[in-house]
Protein backbone atom coordinates (compact mmCIF):
# COMPACT_ATOMS: atom_id res chain seq x y z
CA UNK A 1 0.00 0.00 0.00
CA UNK A 2 1.15 3.18 -0.91
CA UNK A 3 1.54 6.09 1.11
CA UNK A 4 -0.42 10.06 0.77
CA UNK A 5 2.83 12.13 -0.79
CA UNK A 6 2.87 13.93 -2.91
CA UNK A 7 6.19 13.69 -4.75
CA UNK A 8 7.68 17.22 -6.45
CA UNK A 9 10.81 16.74 -8.17
CA UNK A 10 13.18 19.51 -9.69
CA UNK A 11 14.03 20.47 -13.45
CA UNK A 12 16.49 22.84 -14.49
CA UNK A 13 16.07 22.45 -18.19
CA UNK A 14 13.45 21.07 -20.29
CA UNK A 15 15.05 17.49 -20.86
CA UNK A 16 14.80 17.32 -17.39
CA UNK A 17 11.42 17.98 -16.74
CA UNK A 18 10.53 15.29 -19.29
CA UNK A 19 12.82 12.81 -17.44
CA UNK A 20 11.10 13.94 -14.00
CA UNK A 21 7.34 13.25 -15.50
CA UNK A 22 8.33 10.18 -17.18
CA UNK A 23 9.84 9.27 -14.11
CA UNK A 24 6.83 9.13 -11.79
CA UNK A 25 6.38 12.95 -10.45
CA UNK A 26 3.33 13.58 -9.00
CA UNK A 27 4.47 17.72 -9.74
CA UNK A 28 8.05 19.50 -11.01
CA UNK A 29 9.37 22.68 -9.81
CA UNK A 30 10.97 25.05 -12.06
CA UNK A 31 12.33 28.71 -12.74
CA UNK A 32 12.31 31.18 -15.35
CA UNK A 33 15.58 31.70 -17.16
CA UNK A 34 16.49 34.90 -14.87
CA UNK A 35 17.30 36.52 -11.21
CA UNK A 36 13.91 35.80 -9.93
CA UNK A 37 14.39 32.05 -8.80
CA UNK A 38 17.07 30.43 -6.68
CA UNK A 39 18.79 28.44 -9.01
CA UNK A 40 19.93 31.16 -11.55
CA UNK A 41 23.15 29.70 -13.61
CA UNK A 42 24.41 30.11 -16.73
CA UNK A 43 22.48 27.04 -18.98
CA UNK A 44 19.52 25.95 -16.61
CA UNK A 45 15.72 26.85 -16.33
CA UNK A 46 12.78 28.13 -18.93
CA UNK A 47 12.30 30.27 -21.62
CA UNK A 48 8.39 31.60 -21.65
CA UNK A 49 8.10 29.77 -24.98
CA UNK A 50 10.06 26.98 -22.89
CA UNK A 51 8.05 26.75 -20.21
CA UNK A 52 4.97 26.66 -21.80
CA UNK A 53 6.09 24.18 -23.69
CA UNK A 54 6.92 22.39 -20.24
CA UNK A 55 3.42 23.11 -18.91
CA UNK A 56 1.65 21.31 -22.10
CA UNK A 57 3.73 18.24 -21.75
CA UNK A 58 3.42 17.93 -18.05
CA UNK A 59 -0.32 18.27 -17.85
CA UNK A 60 -0.52 16.09 -21.17
CA UNK A 61 0.44 13.53 -18.23
CA UNK A 62 -1.33 14.73 -15.59
CA UNK A 63 1.63 16.04 -13.62
CA UNK A 64 1.69 19.67 -11.74
CA UNK A 65 3.91 22.15 -12.66
CA UNK A 66 4.78 24.91 -9.76
CA UNK A 67 7.06 28.23 -10.82
CA UNK A 68 9.56 28.97 -8.35
CA UNK A 69 10.12 33.17 -7.70
CA UNK A 70 11.55 32.45 -4.68
CA UNK A 71 14.31 34.96 -4.74
CA UNK A 72 13.87 38.80 -3.28
CA UNK A 73 13.48 41.70 -5.68
CA UNK A 74 15.65 44.43 -5.81
CA UNK A 75 15.12 47.64 -4.30
CA UNK A 76 13.17 49.81 -6.90
CA UNK A 77 13.57 47.09 -9.61
CA UNK A 78 10.40 44.64 -8.87
CA UNK A 79 10.02 44.67 -12.52
CA UNK A 80 11.25 40.99 -13.50
CA UNK A 81 9.91 39.39 -10.43
CA UNK A 82 5.71 41.23 -11.24
CA UNK A 83 6.65 39.66 -14.53
CA UNK A 84 7.40 36.33 -13.94
CA UNK A 85 4.43 36.25 -11.61
CA UNK A 86 2.13 37.64 -14.62
CA UNK A 87 3.34 35.26 -16.98
CA UNK A 88 2.88 32.69 -14.52
CA UNK A 89 -0.51 33.14 -14.21
CA UNK A 90 -1.18 33.37 -17.77
CA UNK A 91 0.14 30.38 -18.90
CA UNK A 92 -2.45 28.83 -15.70
CA UNK A 93 0.60 26.77 -13.88
CA UNK A 94 -0.51 24.70 -10.82
CA UNK A 95 1.05 27.26 -8.33
CA UNK A 96 3.90 29.57 -8.09
CA UNK A 97 6.26 29.40 -5.05
CA UNK A 98 7.36 32.93 -3.33
CA UNK A 99 9.34 34.24 -0.78
CA UNK A 100 9.24 37.89 -0.77
CA UNK A 101 6.15 39.27 1.11
CA UNK A 102 5.11 42.15 -1.65
CA UNK A 103 5.27 39.41 -4.22
CA UNK A 104 2.86 37.49 -2.08
CA UNK A 105 0.84 40.43 -1.43
CA UNK A 106 0.52 41.31 -5.48
CA UNK A 107 -0.14 37.70 -6.35
CA UNK A 108 -2.86 37.75 -3.75
CA UNK A 109 -3.93 41.09 -4.98
CA UNK A 110 -4.12 40.48 -8.55
CA UNK A 111 -4.88 36.98 -9.26
CA UNK A 112 -6.14 35.23 -6.11
CA UNK A 113 -7.13 31.88 -7.77
CA UNK A 114 -3.42 31.67 -8.41
CA UNK A 115 -2.56 28.97 -5.88
CA UNK A 116 0.62 30.50 -3.68
CA UNK A 117 3.28 28.25 -1.77
CA UNK A 118 5.89 29.92 0.52
CA UNK A 119 9.25 29.26 -0.39
CA UNK A 120 11.95 27.87 1.97
CA UNK A 121 13.80 31.00 1.63
CA UNK A 122 10.82 32.51 3.56
CA UNK A 123 12.15 30.71 6.07
CA UNK A 124 8.61 29.51 7.95
CA UNK A 125 9.01 27.22 10.52
CA UNK A 126 6.83 28.02 13.51
CA UNK A 127 2.98 27.80 13.91
CA UNK A 128 2.45 31.97 13.95
CA UNK A 129 5.03 32.50 11.11
CA UNK A 130 2.70 29.92 8.90
CA UNK A 131 -0.54 31.25 10.09
CA UNK A 132 0.93 34.51 9.12
CA UNK A 133 1.22 33.84 5.33
CA UNK A 134 -1.76 32.00 5.25
CA UNK A 135 -4.15 34.71 6.58
CA UNK A 136 -2.58 37.45 5.14
CA UNK A 137 -1.29 35.84 1.43
CA UNK A 138 -3.77 32.63 1.56
CA UNK A 139 -0.77 30.35 1.55
CA UNK A 140 -1.93 26.86 0.66
CA UNK A 141 1.32 25.31 1.33
CA UNK A 142 4.60 25.74 2.91
CA UNK A 143 8.06 24.54 2.60
CA UNK A 144 9.64 23.83 5.63
CA UNK A 145 13.59 24.33 6.20
CA UNK A 146 15.25 21.48 6.89
CA UNK A 147 15.69 22.40 10.65
CA UNK A 148 13.12 20.34 12.23
CA UNK A 149 12.72 16.60 13.15
CA UNK A 150 10.08 14.38 12.61
CA UNK A 151 8.42 14.96 15.80
CA UNK A 152 8.64 19.05 15.90
CA UNK A 153 6.79 18.72 12.32
CA UNK A 154 4.08 16.05 13.79
CA UNK A 155 3.30 19.00 16.80
CA UNK A 156 3.47 21.96 13.81
CA UNK A 157 1.16 20.02 11.63
CA UNK A 158 -1.21 19.71 14.40
CA UNK A 159 -1.41 22.78 15.04
CA UNK A 160 -1.80 24.59 11.56
CA UNK A 161 -4.20 24.64 8.59
CA UNK A 162 -1.63 24.68 5.91
CA UNK A 163 -0.26 21.97 3.78
CA UNK A 164 3.76 21.12 4.45
CA UNK A 165 5.96 20.09 2.26
CA UNK A 166 9.66 18.88 3.31
CA UNK A 167 12.98 18.33 1.82
CA UNK A 168 13.51 14.57 1.20
CA UNK A 169 16.65 14.14 -0.96
CA UNK A 170 19.73 16.60 -2.56
CA UNK A 171 22.28 18.94 -0.90
CA UNK A 172 21.35 19.90 2.72
CA UNK A 173 21.52 23.47 3.23
CA UNK A 174 22.61 23.51 6.86
CA UNK A 175 23.11 27.57 7.68
CA UNK A 176 20.03 29.71 8.47
CA UNK A 177 18.09 28.46 5.25
CA UNK A 178 17.07 30.83 2.86
CA UNK A 179 18.49 33.69 4.76
CA UNK A 180 22.39 32.51 4.00
CA UNK A 181 25.04 35.38 3.16
CA UNK A 182 28.42 33.42 3.36
CA UNK A 183 28.24 32.82 -0.47
CA UNK A 184 27.49 36.80 -1.43
CA UNK A 185 30.14 37.19 1.52
CA UNK A 186 32.71 35.14 -0.42
CA UNK A 187 31.47 35.56 -4.23
CA UNK A 188 29.74 39.13 -4.24
CA UNK A 189 26.63 37.33 -5.85
CA UNK A 190 23.73 36.64 -3.11
CA UNK A 191 21.99 33.46 -3.28
CA UNK A 192 18.72 35.73 -2.00
CA UNK A 193 19.16 38.46 -4.85
CA UNK A 194 21.04 36.98 -7.55
CA UNK A 195 20.21 33.59 -7.01
CA UNK A 196 23.03 31.65 -6.86
CA UNK A 197 24.87 29.95 -3.92
CA UNK A 198 28.92 29.05 -4.25
CA UNK A 199 28.33 30.27 -8.67
CA UNK A 200 30.35 27.60 -10.67
CA UNK A 201 31.92 30.40 -11.93
CA UNK A 202 33.66 30.89 -8.62
CA UNK A 203 34.71 26.72 -8.32
CA UNK A 204 38.09 25.78 -8.67
CA UNK A 205 39.73 22.20 -8.26
CA UNK A 206 43.54 21.82 -8.11
CA UNK A 207 46.14 19.20 -7.22
CA UNK A 208 48.72 19.97 -4.91
CA UNK A 209 50.80 16.99 -4.83
CA UNK A 210 48.32 13.81 -4.05
CA UNK A 211 45.62 16.39 -2.53
CA UNK A 212 42.72 18.03 -4.11
CA UNK A 213 41.75 21.28 -3.18
CA UNK A 214 38.15 22.80 -3.87
CA UNK A 215 38.47 26.64 -3.87
CA UNK A 216 35.77 29.33 -3.83
CA UNK A 217 36.19 32.39 -5.61
CA UNK A 218 40.33 32.25 -4.32
CA UNK A 219 39.57 30.95 -1.21
CA UNK A 220 40.50 27.65 0.07
CA UNK A 221 37.76 25.63 1.16
CA UNK A 222 38.71 21.76 1.42
CA UNK A 223 41.66 19.44 0.76
CA UNK A 224 41.15 16.40 0.32
CA UNK A 225 43.17 13.16 0.27
CA UNK A 226 43.61 11.03 -2.59
CA UNK A 227 41.02 8.18 -2.63
CA UNK A 228 38.62 10.58 -0.33
CA UNK A 229 35.46 11.84 -2.18
CA UNK A 230 35.90 15.47 -2.81
CA UNK A 231 32.23 17.65 -2.98
CA UNK A 232 31.52 20.72 -3.87
CA UNK A 233 32.80 23.79 -2.61
CA UNK A 234 30.13 25.51 -0.56
CA UNK A 235 31.68 27.79 2.64
CA UNK A 236 29.18 26.31 4.81
CA UNK A 237 30.17 22.89 4.14
CA UNK A 238 34.35 24.24 3.92
CA UNK A 239 36.61 22.11 6.38
CA UNK A 240 39.01 24.77 8.21
CA UNK A 241 41.52 24.75 11.18
CA UNK A 242 40.36 26.71 14.59
CA UNK A 243 41.80 26.04 17.81
CA UNK A 244 44.21 23.58 16.38
CA UNK A 245 41.99 21.26 15.04
CA UNK A 246 41.14 20.91 11.43
CA UNK A 247 37.55 19.98 10.69
CA UNK A 248 34.25 20.83 9.09
CA UNK A 249 33.00 23.86 11.45
CA UNK A 250 29.03 23.03 10.25
CA UNK A 251 28.40 19.78 8.17
CA UNK A 252 30.36 17.62 5.96
CA UNK A 253 29.55 17.56 2.34
CA UNK A 254 26.77 15.27 2.41
CA UNK A 255 23.41 14.49 1.10
CA UNK A 256 20.00 14.51 2.92
CA UNK A 257 18.45 10.95 2.12
CA UNK A 258 14.97 10.13 3.65
CA UNK A 259 13.81 7.10 1.80
CA UNK A 260 14.00 5.25 5.19
CA UNK A 261 11.85 7.98 7.01
CA UNK A 262 8.67 7.95 4.45
CA UNK A 263 6.08 6.53 6.50
CA UNK A 264 7.33 8.33 9.59
CA UNK A 265 6.76 11.79 7.55
CA UNK A 266 3.44 10.80 6.06
CA UNK A 267 2.31 9.82 9.92
CA UNK A 268 4.09 12.81 10.79
CA UNK A 269 0.99 14.57 8.70
CA UNK A 270 3.54 15.72 5.50
CA UNK A 271 1.87 16.23 2.09
CA UNK A 272 4.59 16.35 0.01
CA UNK A 273 8.38 15.77 -0.61
CA UNK A 274 10.22 17.54 -2.33
CA UNK A 275 13.66 16.44 -4.52
CA UNK A 276 16.34 19.27 -4.20
CA UNK A 277 18.53 19.49 -7.40
CA UNK A 278 17.17 21.89 -10.36
CA UNK A 279 21.23 22.07 -11.37
CA UNK A 280 21.27 18.68 -11.82
CA UNK A 281 20.80 16.61 -15.30
CA UNK A 282 18.59 14.30 -16.29
CA UNK A 283 20.23 10.81 -14.92
CA UNK A 284 20.22 11.89 -11.43
CA UNK A 285 16.21 13.58 -11.97
CA UNK A 286 15.01 10.57 -13.40
CA UNK A 287 17.09 8.02 -11.01
CA UNK A 288 16.18 9.84 -7.62
CA UNK A 289 12.53 10.61 -8.80
CA UNK A 290 12.09 6.81 -9.98
CA UNK A 291 13.81 5.66 -6.27
CA UNK A 292 11.16 7.83 -4.45
CA UNK A 293 8.31 7.04 -6.87
CA UNK A 294 8.93 3.34 -6.21
CA UNK A 295 9.48 3.60 -2.05
CA UNK A 296 5.78 5.69 -2.21
CA UNK A 297 4.25 3.50 -3.75
CA UNK A 298 5.28 0.73 -1.30
CA UNK A 299 6.89 -1.43 -3.78
CA UNK A 300 10.61 -0.56 -2.96
CA UNK A 301 11.89 1.32 -0.01
CA UNK A 302 15.25 -0.64 1.40
CA UNK A 303 18.22 -1.88 0.39
CA UNK A 304 18.08 -1.15 -3.19
CA UNK A 305 16.83 1.85 -3.47
CA UNK A 306 19.57 2.96 -0.81
CA UNK A 307 22.53 1.60 -3.52
CA UNK A 308 20.84 3.39 -5.91
CA UNK A 309 20.48 6.72 -4.39
CA UNK A 310 24.34 6.71 -2.65
CA UNK A 311 25.36 7.26 -6.30
CA UNK A 312 23.52 10.32 -6.14
CA UNK A 313 24.67 11.42 -3.18
CA UNK A 314 27.50 14.06 -2.49
CA UNK A 315 30.56 12.98 -1.21
CA UNK A 316 28.96 9.39 -1.96
CA UNK A 317 27.62 10.15 1.98
CA UNK A 318 24.13 10.31 3.14
CA UNK A 319 22.32 11.91 6.31
CA UNK A 320 18.78 12.09 7.46
CA UNK A 321 19.85 15.30 8.81
CA UNK A 322 17.82 17.03 11.83
CA UNK A 323 15.06 14.90 10.91
CA UNK A 324 16.50 11.70 13.35
CA UNK A 325 18.85 14.43 15.39
CA UNK A 326 22.11 13.24 13.57
CA UNK A 327 23.17 16.89 12.74
CA UNK A 328 25.95 18.47 14.52
Known amino acids: MGLALELVCPAGNPAALRAAVDAGADAVYVGFRDATNARNFPGL ?41 DDAAAMAVDAVILADIGLLAYAADRYPDLRRHLSVQASASSADSIAFFSERFGVRRVVLPRVLTVDEIAVLNADIDVETEVFAFGGLCVMAEGR ?15 GVCSPASAVAYEREGRDMVS ?6 INRFPEGEAAGYPTLCKGRFSARGTTSYLFEEPTSLNTIDILPDLAA ?37 GRVRLAAMSEGARQTEGVYRKSWR
Open 180 to 194: CSLSSYTTGQSPNLN
Open 45 to 85: NFSRKEMTEGLDYAHGKKVKLFIAINTFPHAGDRGPWIQAI
Open 215 to 220: RLAGLT
Open 268 to 304: AGVSALKIEGRQRGRAYVAEVVASFRRAIDGMDGGKD
